[in-house]
């Protein structure tokens, strides 16, 4: 009796725990590109549903794991910053805008290691009408469980990344946005 209450004291304590990503991002990609659009709105659709908080990713477990920035917030920055590395221009008097909605930003506990999901529609809007649609699934990342929080930093904002670039090297996405 003395040991089950032992292992269920131990069980809460970890099983209920809650990790804190810091929300770090600097622009990586490799994609060189001239255009000049207007960023819109970021949607975090498993919030929106009220699946999860404003920055929680999702995951299967009972662990919550946060994002110290919202994710829609931490998106849309990531994917200014990227557009920005590529040579892009941010303008409001663009006549083209950028629209994201995170439909799946998940993690999944595989024993030792973990599996992290990411997928997003990128929308563009020429004066208010939908031009184009881009669905970006990324390939599973698998890594190794353990150590602190930050360790899991390079993981998210790689997926950001992945996906800004799948989205840009698009060539219908190209020809709307040189317009």
């Known amino acids: 009796m003395k040991k089950s209450l032992i292992m269920l004291f131990a069980f809460l304590l970890t099983g209920c725990a809650t990790n ?9 990609n490799t994609q060189q590109f001239k255009a000049t659009s207007n960023f819109g709105e970021v949607t975090y659709v498993p919030n929106e549903e009220g699946k999860v908080e404003p920055n929680q990713i999702q995951s299967q477990g009972i662990v919550k794991i946060l994002l110290s920035e919202n994710i829609e917030s931490f998106v849309r920055r990531g994917n ?14 663009s006549s083209t805008k950028i629209v994201i909605d995170v439909e799946r ?13 990411y997928e997003a529609t990128y929308k563009i809007f020429g004066n208010d009408e939908l031009l184009h649609t881009k669905e970006v699934v990324l390939e599973p990342v698998r890594m190794g469980k353990g150590g602190e929080a930050s360790d899991y930093t390079p993981v998210v904002t790689n997926m950001i990344r992945k996906g800004y670039e799948d989205f840009i090297s698009d060539s219908e996405v190209r020809s709307i946005l040189s317009e």
């Open 105 to 117: 930003f998940f993690v999944g506990d595989l024993g030792t290691r973990t599996r992290w999901e």
């Open 80 to 93: 200014i910053m990227e557009f920005q590395h590529s040579g892009g221009n941010i303008s409001n008097d």
């Open 20 to 28: 804190m990503i810091p929300a770090q991002y600097q622009a990586q």
